[in-house]
């Protein structure tokens, strides 16, 4: 039997096609949950983040603990469009980027126990935030479900065997979450089914030829996109919540 925290979510944002753009926009909804986040008073955790690095899928996984937080996020999660002059272009042209957000509750699986002898840890040196040992000591930690190939990956404690624990408590959730969605399906199965690209996008933050944010589904609007990245998401979250009444 599983069971939903509903005071505890897991945040997954992955950069579409399109380079640095996409990672940058990428790192840019990061920003704009962790200030939603912190407005809310909720925990925001960020336990691995792989934007810039040159090799590997471009994501980053975070954990929010907060009253209700995930039922009021859940709704934000899809592809977000954002439009504007790229900062990494040398002719100032507009550049459209995609990332694809995506919000699960942590699962409480009981009586649900993972093989040992299914699992690879591997360790390496940590890249953010976690004391004087970053980049000296592996204290980050890959832990693998080989069966599955399913990987989780956290390097926001302090030590390994706290990195260790965490990266098994979220493997637990998804690979539960897994075994009750489909035994005999691909984690895939529990993602939004769209492509990172145009005509999928569930909102859009147009910074350039004009200022707009604009949600596709409930039709709410801001002139302010600077106010809407930096955490002033009300609005749109309250829109979401009424589609489900």
Same mark, same amino acid.
């Given at each position: 039997? *599983? ?16 380079? /640095? @753009? ?38 980053? /996984?975070?954990?929010?603990?907060? %009253?209700?937080?995930?039922?009021? *996020? ?17 002719? @100032? *042209? ?6 694809? /957000? ?13 093989? %040992? ?58 690979? +539960?979450?897994?075994?009750? +969605? ?32 604009? @949600? ?15 955490? @002033? ?13």
């Amino acid at each position: 039997m *599983l069971e939903y925290e509903n005071n505890k979510a897991l945040l997954y944002i992955y950069s579409g096609a399109g380079g /640095v @753009d996409a990672q940058d926009w990428a790192s840019m909804l990061l920003t704009m949950y962790r200030k939603y986040s912190a407005d809310k008073g909720w925990g925001f955790v960020i336990l691995s983040q792989t934007f810039g690095e040159q090799e590997g899928t471009k994501n980053a /996984v975070i954990e929010i603990t907060g %009253p209700n937080c995930y039922e009021m *996020l859940r709704r934000e999660s899809g592809v977000h469009r954002l439009v504007r002059i790229s900062p990494y272009s040398s002719k @100032d *042209l507009r550049h459209t980027s995609f990332a694809l /957000v995506e919000f699960m509750p942590e699962i409480i699986a009981k009586n649900f126990q993972i093989n %040992p002898n299914d699992l690879r840890i591997d360790t390496y040196r940590s890249s953010g935030p976690g004391g004087q040992n970053v980049n000296k000591l592996e204290t980050a930690v890959r832990v693998t479900h080989v069966p599955t190939g399913l990987a989780v990956a956290v390097q926001s404690e302090r030590s390994q065997a706290q990195n260790k624990e965490k990266a098994m408590q979220v493997l637990n959730s998804r690979l +539960a979450a897994k075994m009750e +969605a489909e035994k005999t399906q691909e984690l895939s199965q529990l993602k939004p089914q769209v492509a990172i690209e145009w005509g999928s996008q569930i909102r859009s933050y147009v910074l350039n030829p004009y200022q707009m944010v604009k @949600d596709h589904r409930t039709g709410v609007k801001s002139s302010q996109p600077d106010k809407v990245l930096n955490g @002033d998401l009300d609005k749109f979250i309250e829109a979401e919540q009424s589609l489900a009444y």
